[in-house]
C-alpha cells in the first residue's frame, strides 16, 4: 500500500504538471490557465498543505502520523511541496477540464459565475478528497492518536473534527474535507477572474 501511495502522489504531482508545462511552451494553454494553476498553488500550500505538513498550531508533524518507509520516500520538507503541485495541477486542472467539458467546451462558466459549473467542481473537489482520505491516507489521516493542524482552510483545527460519515469501517471527517469545500468558490473566483 505504501508504494502504491508514493507512486500516485509522484506521480499526480509531477506528470500533469510537466505535461501543463510543454502544452504552455507550444501555446497549447492560455496564460489566464496558468496563471490559476500558480495562484491555486500558493493557495493550497498556504490554506493547509504547509500547516498539515509541519503540525505547526494544535497538531502533528506528517512525519509522526505516516509509517517511517513513506517518511523516507516522501521526505516532510517535500511533502507539502508535492501535495500542493498535485492539489493544483491535478485537482484543479481536471476541475477545470471538467467544467469546460460539461459546458461543451465553450467559455461561458469563465465568464461568470454559473451555478452549473460551481456543482461540477464541488462534486469533484469533494469527491477526490473522500477517495484520498478512504483510501490513500486512510492511515496517517483516521487513527484517534493522530491529529492534523488548525489552517487557514481549515479553521476548526483538530479540537473540531466530528466524523462526517463512515465507507466500510472508514471515517470520513470534518476537518479534512472542509478545505476543498472551501477551496470550491475561492477557486471559481479565481478562474473568473484570471479569465476576464
Keep these: 500500500m ?5 507512486r500516485l502522489v509522484y506521480i499526480s ?16 494553454i492560455p496564460d489566464w490557465v496558468i496563471v490559476v494553476f500558480l495562484i491555486s ?8 498543505e504547509i500547516w498539515f505538513t509541519y503540525g505547526l498550531v494544535g497538531g502533528q508533524n506528517v512525519g509522526d502520523r505516516r509509517p517511517e518507509a ?12 508535492l501535495n500542493s503541485l498535485g492539489d493544483s495541477v491535478s485537482i484543479c486542472s481536471v476541475g477545470l477540464l471538467l467544467v469546460w467539458f460539461f459546458y461543451d467546451f465553450d467559455t461561458i462558466p469563465f465568464e461568470s459565475w454559473r451555478w452549473g459549473a460551481f456543482v461540477i467542481l464541488f462534486i469533484w473537489f469533494v469527491g477526490q478528497n473522500i477517495y ?12 484517534n492518536e493522530t491529529s492534523l493542524s488548525w489552517a487557514p482552510l481549515s479553521p476548526a483545527g483538530p479540537w ?3 466524523t462526517l460519515f463512515k465507507i466500510g469501517g472508514k471515517s470520513v471527517k470534518f476537518q479534512t474535507q472542509i478545505p476543498w469545500i472551501l477551496m470550491t468558490p475561492i477557486f ?8 476576464r
Aim: hydrophobic share 55%; net charge positive; glycine share 2%.
Design 2 to 6: 505504501q508504494k502504491k501511495t508514493v
Design 13 to 28: 504531482a509531477l506528470l500533469p504538471a510537466i505535461i501543463i508545462s510543454v502544452l504552455y511552451m507550444f501555446n497549447k
Design 41 to 48: 498553488f500558493l493557495l493550497c500550500a498556504l490554506g493547509w
Design 70 to 81: 513513506l517518511n523516507r520516500a516522501i521526505p516532510q520538507n517535500i511533502n507539502w511541496l
Design 132 to 143: 484520498v482520505e478512504l483510501i490513500v491516507y486512510h492511515d496517517q489521516l483516521n487513527d
Design 160 to 162: 473540531w473534527n466530528p
Design 188 to 195: 471559481y473566483w479565481l478562474v473568473i477572474i484570471c479569465y
